[in-house]
């Protein structure tokens, strides 16, 4: 009888952990969702678009995050790094990792939040601009890296 219970006590366990290191989904607030929102539709667009509308949507993503970098209030730093999950653009993505590493350790807690979450924004579907996995993490780690070294991340 006692080794049954060991065996059940094991296997629950191994079951809880199994479920806590799964990615939990995050649902960024209100605020966030709207500075955010307008991005990702352009870059969704882009990505079922082709030649000058493709073109024109990520450049206009690109403005908008921009403008967004501009923006110095915690609701823009967390709306800055729940784009890391997501295809912004090459260029773009790169200019978001060095405005994120600019803000510097600020950004840490909202890093570590996001970086093994699955953002999720009610109404509107993103999944098919959504990173993968592997890159999302790259991306997460690189900045928590040059965070705590001191170092931004430059410009090539």
Do not use: H, W
Not at 9 to 38: F, G, I, N
Not at 44 to 66: H, M, N, P, W
Not at 145 to 150: F, G, L, Y
């Amino acid at each position: 009888m006692a080794t049954m219970t060991r065996t059940s006590l094991v296997t629950t366990l191994t079951l809880v952990l199994q479920v806590a290191s799964a990615a939990a989904t995050v649902v960024p607030p209100l605020d966030v969702q709207k500075k955010v929102r307008p991005i990702l539709d352009l870059c969704r667009q882009a990505a079922s678009t082709q030649g000058k509308g493709q073109d024109a949507a990520f450049f206009e993503a690109a403005r908008l995050v921009g403008k967004l970098s501009k923006e110095k209030t915690k609701s823009s730093d967390e709306a800055l790094v729940v784009l890391m999950s997501f295809y912004i653009g090459e260029s773009t993505g790169e200019d978001l990792l060095r405005s994120i590493t600019i803000r510097g350790r600020r950004m840490l807690p909202l890093l570590l939040r996001y970086r093994d979450a699955r953002v999720f924004l009610p109404e509107k579907d993103y999944a098919s601009i959504r990173l993968p996995a592997e890159v999302r993490k790259d991306n997460f780690d690189n900045a928590i890296k040059s965070i705590n070294a001191r170092r931004r991340i430059s410009e090539d």
